[in-house]
């Protein structure tokens, strides 16, 4: 990670208003940096701002010639079909800028449910390599949410979904299912704090979750558990891993 990343995570996380395990997000922030590091280059997405939190835990891994996209309703809360959050725009500009100031940050104040009716998915086919899905937590919503990945992932993308083992957000499971069930490209790798992670690409299947294996092993309770056709390690918390980034020189020179 680089230093404007061990910050948020050692200093910004427990801040910002919202919902991110952080172990979840430093994982988010490893596998960000890792794609660049493996010449996966591609823009950045997530769905379900809020103010923030996890966007944050993926955006300082923005190559120079990358952008990344903010994907909320916003005030329009007539379009937030479950009330699954209720993000400021102008709050969430704002810890932009005290945590990943100058971000090449496209918003787009939209239901993700509307995204294909005006063309974005189309647009961006085959051009987002890490795109995080935290909008509505209906069932139809997850699913479409997870075409709009599909549709956008380069080879080696990383799909992270919010709340998949959520009692209170059963709709999230369920729109899993019914993708993974219809025979999607996207492949389950790993189950982390609160979250599932995919990808495209069964090479790349193999070798995120390696990387998970190797980098967070000692966190992981369970590896291969099936899930539906499929395999995934799971991870559990590890409040060690923030604890060794503040006190890390990064943190002591951001300060």
């Known amino acids: 990670m680089n230093k404007r990343s061990v910050h948020y995570l050692a200093l910004g996380l427990s801040v910002i208003e919202g919902w991110l395990s952080p172990t979840t997000a430093h994982i988010m922030a490893t596998l960000a940096h890792q794609q660049t590091s493996d010449g996966i280059a591609g823009n950045l997405a997530e769905i379900g701002i809020h103010h923030g939190k996890s966007f944050l ?54 239901s993700s449910l509307d995204l294909f009716a005006i063309g974005w998915p189309q647009q961006h086919a085959h051009s987002i390599r890490f795109f995080s899905i935290d909008g509505s937590h209906t069932r139809n919503a997850t699913l479409n949410d997870l075409k709009i990945a599909a549709h956008t992932a380069t080879e080696g993308a990383i799909i992270a979904v919010d709340d998949i083992l959520s009692s209170h ?64 390690d799971v991870v559990e918390e590890d409040p060690t891993l923030i604890a060794e980034l503040i006190g890390s020189p990064a943190v002591k020179v951001m300060r």
């Open 169 to 232: 957000w059963l709709g999230v499971i369920s729109g899993v299912f019914d993708y993974l069930s219809s025979g999607g490209d996207l492949i389950p790798f790993a189950i982390v704090p609160n979250k599932m992670l995919l990808t495209k690409g069964q090479r790349f299947h193999d070798r995120w979750k390696k990387y998970i294996r190797d980098h967070y092993g000692r966190s992981i309770s369970k590896r291969d558990v099936p899930f539906l056709d499929y395999f995934v």
């Open 57 to 110: 835990a993926i955006a300082n891994a923005v190559a120079p010639t990358e952008k990344i996209f903010a994907i909320d309703v916003f005030e329009d809360q007539h379009k937030n079909v479950d009330q699954s959050g209720h993000g400021l725009r102008q709050t969430f500009l704002d810890n932009v800028n005290s945590y990943a100031p100058g971000l090449p940050v496209v918003v787009i104040q939209e």
